[in-house]
C-alpha cells in the first residue's frame, strides 16, 4: 500500500520560480498533491508532489520573496505572501478571513472590497466539524470542501451547518467555540497521533444541540462523513519546523505530504506560510 504513493521511476527535475499553496484533489480518499509555481506572476509547469515521496529533495531560498499579488520583489513576506501595504489593505488579508463573524457584506458593507466580498462572503458557507489530532469547529465556503479540509490535515470531517452567508457561520462557530477548539494542533496533526476517539456524528450532534434555537434550521443532519488518508511513509517522532528564510537549503528525503507541510526525514516545512518566496528544487 505505501508503495503506491512512491513514483516508480524517477525523473531528475531543476526548476527555480516562486512557492504558492499546494492544490489538492481527493482521489480514493488520497489527496493528490500539486505544486503550481510562479515565475513571480507567471505560472511555471507544475509539479506532482505525491510523485516525489519517497525521493531525495533539496528546496533553497534565493533570499527574497515576490507578492503574490503585485509581484513586488521583498525581503518580508506578510500573510501568505504580501507586502505590508497589501496585508493591510487587501481583501485576502480581511479581518473576516481569520474571523467570519466580522463579515457586514450582507448587510451591504464591505471591510475592504465590495465586490471581492460579495463574490466570496456573500455566498453559501458550511460549519463543520473536523478530526486531526482533536476535533475542531471551522468555516469554509461550500465550495471550498474537501480542500480546506485536507489543508489543516483532518481525516475526518463532516457538515454541522449550512448558511447562506458568511457572518452567520462565524456567528456558529463563535457559539460554540467554549465547548469545542477551533485551532488545530499542528504538531500533534503531523506525529498522526489522535487524542479523541469518539464517534464524529455523535461529535457533531452534541455540539448541534448546544447552540441557540435560532441557527436550528440551519443544521444538517446527515451522517455523510469525508475521510482523508494522507500520502505519508512516516510520521515524525518529533517535530523540527524548517522555515527557508532560517535554513536557507532544505535537502532531505520526503517522505510524507499531510496538510500544507512536507514532510522530510529530519524536519518539515509549510509551503502555504511561504508563499512567495523564491525558490530553486532539485529532484
Known amino acids: 500500500m505505501l508503495l503506491a504513493f512512491v513514483a516508480c521511476f524517477a525523473i531528475a527535475m531543476h526548476i527555480t520560480g516562486n512557492l504558492r ?23 511555471l509547469d507544475s509539479i506532482d508532489m505525491n510523485s516525489l515521496i519517497g525521493r531525495p529533495i533539496k528546496i533553497e531560498y534565493e533570499g527574497y520573496f515576490n507578492s503574490v499579488i503585485s509581484g513586488q520583489k521583498m525581503n518580508k513576506a506578510f500573510g501568505e505572501g504580501m507586502t505590508y501595504q497589501e496585508f493591510m489593505e487587501s481583501p485576502q488579508a480581511s479581518p473576516s478571513i481569520m474571523r467570519p463573524e466580522l463579515s457586514e457584506i ?3 458593507i ?13 455566498q453559501p458557507h458550511v460549519v463543520y466539524i ?6 475542531k469547529v471551522g468555516v469554509t465556503r461550500d465550495t471550498n470542501m474537501p480542500y480546506r479540509w485536507i489543508d489543516q490535515g483532518a481525516t475526518q470531517a463532516i457538515v454541522l451547518a449550512e448558511v447562506p452567508y458568511r457572518q452567520l457561520a462565524g456567528l456558529i462557530e463563535v457559539a460554540l467555540k467554549e465547548h469545542i477548539s477551533d485551532k488545530t494542533a499542528w504538531q500533534r496533526m503531523l506525529k498522526g497521533v489522535v487524542e479523541d476517539e469518539r464517534d464524529i456524528v455523535n461529535v457533531r450532534d452534541e455540539m448541534a444541540s448546544l447552540l441557540p434555537a435560532e ?3 440551519y443544521l444538517n443532519t446527515g451522517t455523510d462523513i469525508t475521510h482523508i488518508a494522507y500520502p505519508v511513509l512516516q510520521h515524525p517522532e518529533k517535530i523540527k519546523s524548517l522555515k527557508l528564510e532560517k535554513v536557507k537549503v532544505i535537502e532531505d528525503t520526503l517522505v510524507g505530504i499531510k496538510g500544507q507541510y512536507l514532510i522530510f526525514e529530519n524536519g518539515v516545512t509549510n509551503i502555504r506560510s511561504q508563499a512567495g518566496a523564491r525558490v530553486t528544487i532539485e529532484v
Do not use: F
Not at 473536523?130 to 476535533?135: K, P, R
Open 21 to 43: 499553496k499546494m492544490s489538492t484533489e481527493l482521489v480514493s480518499n488520497v489527496p493528490q498533491y500539486t505544486l503550481k509555481m510562479k515565475d513571480i506572476l507567471d505560472p
Open 106 to 108: 450582507h448587510n451591504g
Open 110 to 122: 464591505a471591510l475592504r472590497d465590495y465586490e471581492w466580498e460579495v463574490k466570496h462572503h456573500l
Open 130 to 135: 473536523s478530526l486531526t489530532s482533536n476535533y
Open 215 to 217: 441557527y436550528a434550521t
